[in-house]
C-alpha cells in the first residue's frame, strides 16, 4: 500500500479510526504523530467497540508494530490504563508497541492549567478536552517540558518535576486553582514509567530501520485540519500540526518517504467544541443525534452538526496535498430528502472560494449551497460502488470532485465490511 499519511479533512472525528482499522490489513507498521489522548478513534470489530486515544488502532491487529511517535504529548498513567484496558480485553499489547523517549508527558498541572485557563476565557473559552494538550505543547514550545526519556531516569525526573511543581504551582495559585502534591504525582509518575519502560526507545532509528527494510507504513492523524494549530480556525484549535506535514515532524520520517496522502471526511461535517462552523445546521444535528449518532468518543459531548462543506474540504486538499479520499458515515443521509453542499461563501457582496484565516471573517460568511436531490434509501448493506443508490453514488463522487482528489473509500456504516474500496 506504500507509506500512507492519513488525515482528517474537517474538524477531527471524521471515522479516522475506522478507515485506519480497515487499511491496517496492508501495512507493516501504524504510526501516531501528533495529539495526545484528546483524540478518540473508534474502532468496532465484530460484537467489540474500541475507543482508542493515544495507542494506533493498529494495535488491534495481530502482527502489527504501532509506534507512538515524537510528536505525540502523553500523560504516562492514562497511557498505562489504556494499555490494561486493551489487555483485559484479550489484545496483546507487548513488543508491537514502542512509545518515542521525545514524545513528551502530560502532567497533571497541564490538565489544571488547562481548564482553569478555559474557566478564564468565559464565554470566549475554546472547548478544550480538558486533557491538558495545549499547555504541554506549550512547555514544549518554551522548551521546559518534560520528556519519556526523563521518566526513564528516575532521579533526573523527580528533580527537573519538583522545579516544575513549584512554578506551576505559583501559577494555579494565581488562577485560583488547588496545589499539586509533588510526592503524589511523583510516585504515580515513576510507577507508570516503570510500567512502560519496556516500550521505550529511539522510535526514529526503528522507523528508518523499517524504511529500509521497505516495511510499509501508515501515518494515523489525529484531530483534523481545521483544527491544526497552523491551518486552522486558530485560536479555536488544537495545539499541534494535525495537517500532513505533522506526520513526518512527529515521527522522522523525511517527506520523501511518503507517498500517498489520504483525506478522510464524512458525508456532511461535524464539530466539538467552540469556533466558527459556517454550514452548522441546527435540524441536520437534531436528526443525526435522534439516530444516537455524533456524540464525542472522547468527552461524550453531542457534536454540532452541519452540511458538507467543500470550501474547507477543498482547502484541506490544498495543504495536506489529498490523494485519495476517504468518505464515511454516507448512511447517515439517507434519509434526507434533500442535501446541501456548501460551495462557496458569501461574505456581504463579496464571493469567497477559500475560508478566510481570521475566524471572525469566517465567523461572518454565509455559505453558498447547492443542493443535491437525496437518495432515501438504506446504503448500510452495499458493499460495492455501484450497489449504491445512484443519488449517493453521484453525491459521493460531487463531494470528492468538489475536494479535489481520487475517491478510494467510502464508507456506510462503522463495521469493518462496511466498507467499498473503489
Ligand atoms: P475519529 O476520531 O476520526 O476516529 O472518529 P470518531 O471515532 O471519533 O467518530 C466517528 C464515529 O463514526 C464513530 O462512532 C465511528 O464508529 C462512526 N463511524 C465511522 N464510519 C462510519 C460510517 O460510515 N457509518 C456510521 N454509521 N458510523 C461510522
Ligand atoms: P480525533 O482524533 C474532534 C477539539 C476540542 C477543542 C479543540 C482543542 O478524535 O478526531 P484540545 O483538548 O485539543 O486542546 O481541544 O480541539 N478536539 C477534537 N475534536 N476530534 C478530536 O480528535 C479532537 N481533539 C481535540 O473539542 O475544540
Ligand atoms: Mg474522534
Same mark, same amino acid.
Given at each position: 500500500m506504500a507509506n500512507t499519511v492519513l488525515v482528517g479533512a474537517q474538524w477531527g472525528d471524521e471515522g479516522k479510526g475506522k478507515i485506519i482499522d480497515? &487499511?491496517? *490489513? *496492508? +501495512?507493516?507498521? +501504524? +504510526?501516531?504523530?501528533?495529539?495526545? !489522548? !484528546?483524540?478518540?478513534?473508534? #474502532?468496532i470489530t465484530g460484537d467489540k467497540k474500541y475507543v482508542l486515544h493515544l495507542i494506533p488502532s493498529g494495535i488491534l491487529r495481530p502482527g502489527k508494530?504501532?509506534?507512538?511517535?515524537?510528536? #505525540? #504529548? &502523553?500523560?504516562? #498513567?492514562? &497511557?498505562v490504563e489504556e494499555i490494561e484496558g486493551l489487555r483485559a480485553a484479550k489484545i496483546k499489547v507487548g513488543k508491537n508497541l514502542l512509545i518515542s523517549d521525545c514524545a513528551h508527558l502530560v502532567l497533571p498541572y497541564h490538565r489544571l492549567l488547562d481548564q482553569a485557563r478555559e474557566t478564564a476565557k468565559g464565554k470566549q473559552k475554546i472547548g478544550t478536552t480538558k486533557r491538558g494538550i495545549g499547555p504541554t505543547y506549550a512547555d514544549k514550545a518554551f522548551r521546559v517540558g518534560l520528556r519519556m526519556g526523563d521518566l526513564m531516569q528516575p532521579e533526573l525526573f523527580s528533580q527537573k518535576l519538583a522545579a516544575r511543581i513549584k512554578e506551576n504551582n505559583a501559577v494555579l495559585k494565581a488562577y485560583g486553582a488547588k496545589p499539586i502534591s509533588f510526592k503524589q504525582v511523583n510516585e504515580a509518575y515513576l510507577a507508570a514509567g516503570e510500567k512502560l519502560r519496556p516500550f521505550v526507545t529511539n522510535t526514529v532509528v526503528f522507523l528508518h530501520h523499517a524504511l529500509k527494510q521497505e516495511k510499509e507504513m501508515l501515518f494515523e492523524g489525529a484531530q483534523g485540519t481545521f483544527l491544526d494549530i497552523d491551518h486552522g480556525t486558530y485560536p479555536y484549535v488544537t495545539s499541534s500540526n494535525t495537517t500532513a506535514g505533522g506526520a513526518c515532524t512527529g515521527s522522522g520520517v523525511p517527506p520523501h518517504r511518503i507517498d500517498r496522502v489520504l483525506g478522510v471526511m464524512k458525508a456532511y461535517t461535524t464539530r466539538v467544541g467552540e469556533g466558527p462552523f459556517p454550514t452548522e445546521d441546527r435540524g441536520l444535528g437534531e436528526m443525526l443525534h435522534g439516530m444516537g449518532r455524533e456524540f464525542g468518543a472522547t468527552t461524550g459531548r453531542a457534536r454540532r452538526c452541519g452540511w458538507f462543506d467543500a470550501v474547507a474540504t477543498r482547502f484541506a486538499g490544498m495543504v495536506n496535498g489529498i490523494d485519495d479520499i476517504a468518505i464515511t458515515n454516507l448512511d447517515g443521509l439517507d434519509t434526507v430528502e434533500t442535501i446541501r453542499v456548501c460551495v462557496g461563501y458569501q461574505k456581504g457582496r463579496k464571493k469567497i472560494e477559500v475560508p478566510p484565516s481570521d475566524f471572525r471573517q469566517l465567523a461572518d460568511c454565509e455559505p453558498v449551497y447547492i443542493e443535491m436531490p437525496g437518495w432515501q434509501a438504506p446504503t448500510t448493506e452495499a458493499r460495492s460502488f455501484d450497489t449504491l443508490p445512484a443519488n449517493a453514488q453521484a453525491y459521493a463522487l460531487k463531494i470528492a470532485g468538489l475536494t479535489g482528489g481520487r475517491l478510494a473509500i467510502v464508507s456506510v456504516g462503522a463495521h469493518r465490511d462496511q466498507t467499498i474500496l473503489l
Open positions: 480497515f &487499511l491496517t *490489513e *496492508e +501495512v507493516d507498521i +501504524v +504510526v501516531r504523530s501528533q495529539g495526545g !489522548n !484528546n483524540a478518540g478513534h473508534t #474502532v508494530t504501532c509506534v507512538i511517535g515524537n510528536g #505525540v #504529548v &502523553l500523560d504516562p #498513567v492514562s &497511557l
